[in-house]
């Protein structure tokens, strides 16, 4: 009996013993925001794991990270730390083309470097932490998979822009265009046989939100986000490296995935991975001028960038070349094209896009321009004008000689392209946004990414890359049914998907329905809300390369309007969101030189909003003002024009009808 005691007393000193040992092995690193509220707890074991917390609210329980190699490797299961470096950053970035000319970049950072070959860096800003994992490997290898778990404490509400394809298998999910309305429920109630891509808000205590996002995605999959058990876990999804790829889709311009490696990415031994990010607010409005993914981004690696004009589009496709009082047959045409160029010199807008069309149908082939168009002469016309051409182009048409379709349209005087139907984010599809990226720099070209996956700071390391789709923007009007609620969704995605960065929403519609009026008319569109919301959204999306979708017989038709349209910029020096919920209202303030734009929408509840102008400073101010007409609930184009002394206490109240929208241009 005593033998058998003895066996349990030390049976347990060993269990004692070994629980130390685990518990030893547990390394805890702690990272926290500059002004202390945020802060990551960070535990190195067998497994690496983080928390979140903002002002003493845990805002992420732990939450496992891991990346797995084809060979075996693992990047945080039974990773040996090797050492670990803290720094501090406190420095200003210089943004030529963006929503304000200096950002402050500050931030406290964790360096944990592992014997297997890696690093994990974490970074704690005031709004918001990243992490992401670099790779110090010698040799090539492959990605099998990566975890990312977002771990939230309680069952919380989410925004959630599900992939469209609603009756496909996950694996088929990853084809798409990345537009969507948001559902917004609780993380539990996720359906299962969906994914969604990012960015994606998640609620919090205290009326916190964090919006999940990723940052200098570069020769990687794109991320999206599941919930497969309906806990309050998201699960970070990736596509799988395509193995065998066919032309098809669309006009046969899109590249479709036939078949997939057992692997997510390739990877030549040294490599930074994207950043996983998770900004925080604690004011809905703050996410509406947040600028991580900008600060995360490669910085700028074109060393010229005095050619890059952003500027406003007098965009075809969207009205559908449909004319009137002129005495030609509207069409795909020089004599529409000329119409167009000479609106768009008229009104000092910089260039006119070509949209689909020009190009010979069904070949996926640039050089093949239709008979109707003559580009030289076209070229020619624009620039007596003083107004540039960009050329629509098919993804699969562009990808298969990037470096000569860049030559020999830049050589010809195209401006840039704006390219679409990529429809994917898998590794090569990453890869070939940065590639024709660098490609078109070389040749002085812009792109704007159509049929694309969110920015992820490719405008910043490569500034001609000046506009990015991602967005269900106003296009979706031409073929939406009336249950689609556009309205809501434009007091919804300045607060998510625009955090990632700009977005060619396609604004400016003439047409203008208001509760109950809208239907879906392909030749003669129109928008949901008011005429004044389509004037706001110029100054509430941030858009360097901004489209007048309209026709020009109908601006012609409307002067105040579309002089206020042609002449709002579309950078900044500075920006200020002043109030904001998601899903209902937003007002924006905007500085370029010495006059401040403000706009501001709201959902379809007519609102009163009291706003403070005190960043105006001293002095004497007035303001022309577009304002919802007293009949907007029921006529949508009905506005009111005016000119108000802006008061000395800076207290103002904009009133907007339902779906309405306000406007105000300052000056001393």
């Not at 970070?236 to 036939?258: D, R, S, T």
């Not at 947040?290 to 589009?313: C, E, F, H, Q």
């Not at 082939?365 to 620039?383: C, G, R």
Request: glycine share 6%; net charge negative; aromatic share 12%.
């Amino acid at each position: 009996m005593k033998s058998a005691h003895k066996s349990y007393v030390l049976l347990l000193v060993m269990c004692f013993i070994c629980s130390s040992i685990t518990t030893l092995a547990q390394k805890p690193f702690t990272v926290q925001s500059p002004n202390g509220k945020l802060k990551v707890n960070v535990s190195v074991g067998n497994i690496i794991e983080y928390s979140l917390e903002h002002d003493g609210d845990l805002m992420l329980k732990n939450s496992p990270i891991s990346m797995v190699l084809t060979d075996g490797t693992s990047f945080g299961v039974n990773s040996k730390l090797s050492g670990s470096s803290t720094k501090t950053v406190n420095q200003t970035i210089a943004a030529s083309i963006y929503k304000k000319k200096e950002i402050t970049d500050n931030y406290n950072e964790l360096n944990l470097k592992f014997k297997e070959g890696f690093n994990i860096i974490f970074r704690a800003y005031n709004d918001g932490i990243a992490y992401r994992f670099v790779s110090n490997l010698k040799k090539p290898f492959e990605v099998k998979e990566e975890q990312a778990i977002f771990n939230f404490p309680k069952d919380e509400k989410a925004y959630i822009p599900y992939v469209q394809r609603i009756k496909e298998p996950l694996e088929k999910q990853f084809y798409n265009s990345f537009e969507n309305t948001y559902q917004h429920i609780n993380i539990s109630q996720w359906d299962k046989k969906r994914l969604a891509f990012l960015p994606l808000v998640v609620e919090a205590p205290k009326g916190k939100k964090i919006c999940i996002t990723e940052a200098d995605l570069t020769s990687y999959p794109g991320m999206y986000l599941y919930n497969s058990d309906g806990s309050n876990n998201l699960t970070g999804v990736f596509a799988p490296y395509p193995k065998e790829i066919k032309q098809g889709g669309h006009n046969m311009l899109q590249g479709e995935v036939q078949s997939q490696e057992p692997y997510i990415a390739k990877c030549n031994g040294a490599n930074n991975f994207p950043w996983r990010t998770l900004i925080v607010s604690e004011n809905d409005h703050d996410l509406a001028d947040n600028d991580m993914v900008y600060k995360l981004a490669t910085p700028n690696k074109v060393t010229d960038i005095s050619w890059i004009k952003p500027g406003k589009v007098a965009w075809d496709w969207w009205n559908d070349w449909n004319l009137f009082n002129v005495d030609f047959k509207s069409g795909i045409n020089n004599e529409t094209y000329k119409y167009y160029i000479d609106f768009a010199s008229d009104h000092g807008i910089e260039y006119v896009i070509l949209d689909e069309g020009w190009a010979v149908n069904l070949q996926a082939d640039l050089y093949q321009v239709v008979p109707a168009i003559d580009l030289k002469e076209l070229v020619d016309h624009a620039n007596k004008k003083n107004v540039g051409l960009i050329l629509w182009a098919g993804y699969y048409a562009f990808n298969k000689d990037i470096e000569g379709i860049c030559k020999h349209y830049s050589e010809m005087g195209i401006k840039g392209f704006k390219v679409d139907f990529m429809d994917r984010d898998d590794q090569p599809m990453v890869d070939f946004h940065y590639r024709a990226a660098e490609i078109a720099a070389k040749h002085h070209m812009l792109l704007d990414y159509h049929g694309t996956y969110k920015p992820t700071g490719l405008q910043r390391t490569f500034p001609n890359v000046i506009n990015f789709e991602g967005v269900h923007g106003l296009e979706q009007m031409k073929w939406s049914p009336e249950s689609v609620d556009q309205v809501t969704y434009d007091v919804t995605v300045p607060f998510i998907r625009m955090v990632a960065g700009p977005m060619d929403y396609t604004q400016g519609a003439m047409r203008n329905a208001s509760k109950g009026n809208y239907r879906p008319v392909n030749s003669e569109p129109m928008s949901q809300g008011t005429r004044c919301r389509q004037l706001a959204e110029y100054i509430i999306f941030e858009s360097p390369l901004n489209m007048l979708c309209d026709n020009p017989s109908n601006y012609m038709l409307e002067k105040e309007c579309t002089e206020f349209i042609a002449n709002v910029p579309t950078i900044w020096d500075n920006t200020i969101a002043l109030n904001g919920k998601i899903g209902e209202y937003i007002t924006i303030a905007r500085k370029k030189d010495n006059i401040w734009y403000v706009g501001s929408l709201t959902n379809w509840d007519a609102r009163a909003l009291d706003i403070d102008l005190s960043f105006l400073g001293e002095g004497n101010y007035k303001a022309e003002v577009f304002k919802d007409g007293i009949n907007a609930n029921r006529s949508g184009h009905d506005y009111k024009k005016e000119i108000i002394d802006i008061p000395a206490n800076r207290k103002l109240q904009l009133p907007m009808a339902s779906a309405g929208g306000y406007v105000m241009k300052i000056y001393k």
